[in-house]
């Protein structure tokens, strides 16, 4: 095992915890708190691969695209909220 220095405050922050009963140990919430890291990295990283190879096939619209699809949702949803609004009066 690798011996880690915690920050002061995360230190005592994660002692606080298990005082508390909330983590088994200090090295237990640590290592929880790497694993879910590395598969918030893992996940964003297959997205942005599925992206690049979505990109790579073709699939991809030019960004002024995008942004114009982006407006036309947002003037959507506004619209729908004044009426909505205007419902409620």
Do not use: H
Request: aromatic share 4%; proline share 2%.
């Amino acid at each position: 095992m690798t011996a880690i220095t915690l920050p002061a405050d995360l230190e005592a922050w994660a002692r606080a915890e298990v005082v508390a009963g909330r983590a088994e140990s200090v090295e237990a919430l640590v290592a929880d708190a790497l694993a879910e890291r590395r598969a918030e990295i893992e996940y964003v990283r297959g997205k942005l691969d599925e992206a690049r190879a979505s990109l790579a096939r073709g699939e991809g619209i030019p960004l002024e695209e995008a942004f114009r699809q982006i407006d036309q949702w947002i003037a959507e949803d506004e619209a729908a909220a004044r009426a909505l609004t205007k419902a409620a009066e």
